[in-house]
């Protein structure tokens, strides 16, 4: 194909070539040539191949570990999350991008929350993001309520971490937000029917009572306050 572009266009070309060496072993090669006419006919082709073997299979196995990567935040059960200084998004997980009704990451990246919310409330996130990039000091396991695209309101547990570089200067920061409304809704129904318990047992026609092991009393009802 190289040979034959060179050929129609007369223009130097060039590319990666899979070749296989006399000994058998499988190599990458990067080909230049240069056609060769003589009275306006191709006569020939001059060129140079470099052995690049070991920068395809590098780039090979940073590929692999990237998609295996996307493959692991894709599956957390919570939402992950890159920001850059300007705290817009370059990296979204699934969980996000459901989290804010996106059927791909590119509707979310390269926006901010201001893209999203209100501006008085996308400020106190983008005050936050900023706390934790101007202090390099993470945020962990804040409790957060959040409204969802579709009204609902969700509880969450968020962490942001800063991002640096290999000189420690921050990039961005990364987060990573677990939703807890199911707990949350428990916790309330748990409360809701310790209460009923308590205005049942203070409403008994008798005296109510649990005793420790050291016969100290740790609940009593209204009779026996009386």
Same mark, same amino acid.
């Given at each position: 194909?190289?040979?034959?572009?060179?050929?129609?266009?007369?223009?130097?070309?060039?590319?990666?070539? @899979?070749?296989?060496?006399?000994?058998?072993?499988?190599?990458?090669?990067?080909?230049?040539?240069? @056609?060769? /006419?003589?009275?306006?006919?191709?006569?020939?082709?001059?060129?140079?191949?470099?052995?690049?073997?070991?920068?395809?299979?590098?780039?090979?196995?940073?590929?692999?570990?990237?998609?295996?990567?996307?493959?692991?935040?894709?599956?957390?059960?919570?939402?992950?999350?890159?920001?850059?200084?300007?705290? /817009? =998004?370059?990296?979204?997980?699934?969980?996000?991008?459901?989290?804010?009704?996106?059927?791909?990451?590119?509707?979310?990246?390269?926006? #901010?929350?201001?893209?999203?919310?209100?501006?008085?409330?996308?400020?106190? !996130?983008?005050?936050?993001?900023?706390?934790?990039?101007?202090?390099?000091?993470?945020?962990?396991?804040?409790?957060?309520?959040?409204?969802?695209?579709?009204?609902?309101?969700?509880? !969450?547990?968020? #962490?942001?971490? @800063?991002?640096?570089?290999?000189?420690? =200067?921050?990039?961005?920061?990364?987060?990573?937000?677990?939703?807890?409304?199911?707990?949350?809704?428990?916790?309330?129904?748990?409360?809701? #029917?310790?209460?009923?318990?308590?205005?049942?047992?203070?409403?008994? @026609?008798?005296?109510? !009572?649990?005793?420790?092991?050291?016969?100290?009393?740790?609940?009593?009802?209204?009779?026996?306050?009386?």
């Amino acid at each position: 194909n190289m040979v034959r572009k060179a050929v129609i266009t007369g223009e130097q070309v060039s590319g990666r070539i @899979p070749l296989v060496t006399a000994k058998g072993k499988d190599i990458w090669v990067l080909a230049a040539g240069q @056609p060769i /006419r003589k009275n306006g006919v191709f006569i020939g082709l001059i060129g140079t191949c470099q052995d690049i073997t070991d920068i395809v299979t590098a780039e090979t196995k940073t590929k692999e570990s990237e998609e295996l990567l996307r493959k692991l935040i894709d599956n957390l059960p919570l939402n992950v999350f890159i920001k850059d200084l300007e705290s /817009r =998004k370059i990296l979204v997980n699934k969980s996000e991008c459901d989290f804010f009704g996106a059927k791909n990451p590119e509707e979310i990246l390269g926006k #901010s929350m201001f893209d999203f919310y209100p501006k008085e409330e996308a400020q106190k !996130y983008r005050n936050e993001d900023l706390e934790v990039m101007n202090t390099n000091t993470a945020i962990l396991s804040k409790e957060s309520t959040h409204v969802k695209k579709d009204g609902s309101i969700s509880s !969450y547990l968020t #962490s942001k971490i @800063p991002l640096t570089d290999s000189e420690g =200067k921050v990039t961005g920061l990364i987060g990573f937000s677990l939703d807890i409304s199911m707990v949350k809704q428990k916790e309330i129904e748990l409360k809701e #029917s310790e209460h009923l318990l308590r205005t049942l047992v203070d409403n008994l @026609p008798l005296n109510v !009572y649990i005793k420790d092991l050291e016969s100290r009393k740790i609940l009593v009802n209204q009779s026996e306050c009386d």
